[in-house]
């Protein structure tokens, strides 16, 4: 157990429905991290959180969406679903950028 | 722009031997890199890191090598054994708050 945690593990929707990934950093981090990685390619940053305000944004679409709450857990919510849009979405914490990041197990979405 | 990349999508290695995982960078202003390793299924894991004032570091079977004048990092593994088998980026840190990653290096250990 990294101490990241994220819910669900595994996520099965239709096109053109929304979700929402929830991630809980671990202890003590104040930065959230999201990145989605399709398969067999390398992690895509989408946006960092820090103390509830957004830090820095990637290539995150429009339809996609984060925010992180006053305890810190933060929550990536994807709208208007395309099949493009199956893969698995990583949370990382950290205290600072430069002490690393620690991954949670990720989530995987299916898009049908 | 930013960019980490990794040599070769796939390095097939025997057990007990050691393996050299590639990665080159673009910014000269990075000033951190981690490796991380990432098994089927999982999140990745922490390996080792190393910041840009150092050229090696090493840990317990892995040593890391920061080239700056060519913008290259190699992750060293000694003694490589079935269990190493997994995907393996190189991360940098461009003097922004997040990490850029490579596509991955998939290690493949044969008995």
């Known amino acids: 157990d990294s101490g990241v945690t994220q819910t669900p593990k595994h996520l099965i929707t239709a096109t053109g429905q929304r979700v929402t990934l929830r991630c809980s950093p671990r202890s003590g981090d104040l930065s959230v991290y999201w990145y989605q990685q399709s398969l067999d390619q390398g992690l895509q940053f989408l946006i960092q959180?820090?103390?509830?305000?957004?830090?820095a944004k990637g290539n995150i679409l429009e339809r996609f969406s984060a925010q992180q709450f006053p305890d810190l857990h933060s929550e990536l919510n994807l709208s208007s679903l395309e099949l493009g849009d199956s893969a698995l979405y990583f949370c990382a914490s950290s205290v600072a950028v430069d002490y690393g990041y620690t991954f949670g197990s990720g989530t995987r979405l299916t898009v049908v | 722009g930013e960019s980490v990349g990794l040599h070769l999508p796939t390095l097939s290695v025997q057990e007990g031997d050691n393996s050299i995982i590639n990665c080159a960078y673009s910014n000269s202003a990075s000033d951190y890199f981690i490796w991380y390793k990432q098994e089927s299924g999982k999140g990745p894991q922490f390996i080792i890191d190393i910041r840009s004032n150092m050229d090696k570091r090493q840990g317990q079977r892995v040593t890391v090598l920061l080239n700056k004048t060519v913008k290259h990092l190699s992750l060293q593994i000694a003694a490589t054994q079935p269990g190493d088998s997994a995907v393996y980026f190189c991360?940098?840190?461009?003097?922004?708050?997040?990490?850029?990653f490579g596509t991955g290096t998939r290690l493949q250990v044969f008995p």
């Open positions: 959180y820090y103390n509830g305000e957004e830090r």
């Open positions: 991360a940098g840190s461009y003097n922004t708050d997040k990490l850029i």
